[in-house]
């Protein structure tokens, strides 16, 4: 029996027994989002009389983002994070091609918010928000001392900054565009070029939305490991702070919800190093890095790759960073 987003859910049941319990049957599979990075699923499976909750991602019927990791990479960098203490889903089942459910995996479900303006806005919220900041500068730290030896079986990108704003500027020139502020963003980043402050492995994607929160407790779980690499680790801290991770509340830089100074201190209490120079770079580099995505996902919709309203929604917010681009080049925050 198939349900109504393509996924068989005995074809599901069987790959499920074969890796886990001969008993399990799936009894529902129910659609979370068709995003740019992942078709996401909430799973129901029944063990006896005992009700488990997963989540299944697997690559999008659209294609995959640019640079992001197969699936059974991605799957197996949780994995081993999440065995060196960090707050990640466990993952229960790396699917095969004989399983006949594409690229994917089946994580354990864990009880959050994961919709940013729900935990940025609700009051039920505001004790999470108040350590949410910490949280995050003690979770980077702990991410980025992790050896980056752990990792060296698995293909992940490693690249030079230098190298990343190169590949940035060449997917720019691809969509054959002429912006004017994106422009001065690429010759601004490459005379502002930091020494790196170490080499780690970097999240690619931490931020709001891809936090679960719970209203007590704050951060429970890291989602999507998929644009993971080796780098500089300054550069998760930068993408946290780029205002359009904020939901519209610009004045608490720190993901919408806290202040700078909160999340720097307790990056350097759990061992980071902060180069605060470096830190006004990486947040120009997020923001540009940002508006290309943006860029990416309308002329995947305007060339007819992908039609999807939702990617060209998204390409609008293309102005949003030119603005942000400017003020931070101009007055070196937002």
């Known amino acids: 029996m198939a349900d109504l987003q393509g996924v068989d859910m005995a074809v599901l049941t069987q ?8 008993d399990a049957m ?21 063990l006896n009389e005992e009700l488990r909750s997963l989540i299944f991602q697997r690559s999008p019927s659209g294609g995959p983002v640019e640079g992001a990791l197969p ?20 993952v229960v089942c790396i699917l095969e091609p004989e399983d006949r459910l594409g ?9 959050g918010e994961s919709l940013a303006p729900k935990y940025l806005r609700d009051d039920t919220f505001a004790p999470a928000r108040a350590v949410m900041a910490q949280q995050c500068g003690s979770i ?3 991410l980025h001392a992790l050896p980056t030896d752990l990792f060296k079986d698995l293909p992940l990108a490693r690249a030079s900054t230098t190298d990343q704003i190169a590949r940035l500027e060449a997917m720019y020139r691809g969509f054959d565009v002429d912006l004017p502020v994106f422009e001065l963003a690429f010759s601004w980043l490459k005379r502002h070029v930091p020494p790196p402050v170490g080499t780690a492995l970097v999240h690619g994607d931490f931020r709001s939305g891809n936090f679960l929160v719970q209203p007590a407790e704050g951060i429970v779980a ?5 644009l993971a690499h080796i780098g500089d680790p300054l550069e998760d801290l930068g993408w946290l702070c780029v205002n359009s991770w904020r939901f519209g509340n610009w004045r608490l830089p720190v993901g919408g919800f806290g202040d700078r100074e909160d999340l720097y201190a307790a990056y350097q209490a759990a061992g980071g190093h902060i180069d605060r120079p470096a830190m006004w770079f990486w947040e120009i580099y997020g923001t540009l890095r940002w508006g290309l995505s943006c860029l990416q996902l309308a002329h995947q919709h305007l060339s007819g790759s992908v039609v999807s309203v939702e990617r060209a929604a998204i390409g609008r917010r293309v102005s949003e960073t030119e603005i942000d681009l400017l003020h931070l080049i101009d007055k070196g925050t937002i």
């Open 15 to 22: 790959a499920l027994r074969r890796r886990w319990r001969r």
């Open 26 to 46: 799936v009894t529902a599979v129910t659609a979370l989002s068709a995003g740019a990075a992942s078709d996401t699923f909430a799973v129901d499976v029944a």
């Open 71 to 90: 699936k059974y990479v991605q799957a197996r960098l949780q994995r081993r994070v999440q065995e060196h203490g960090l707050p990640v889903a466990e």
């Open 103 to 111: 690229q994917g995996f089946l994580m354990q479900r864990v009880a």
């Open 140 to 142: 980077l730290a702990r």
């Open 222 to 226: 890291v989602l999507d490991w998929e």
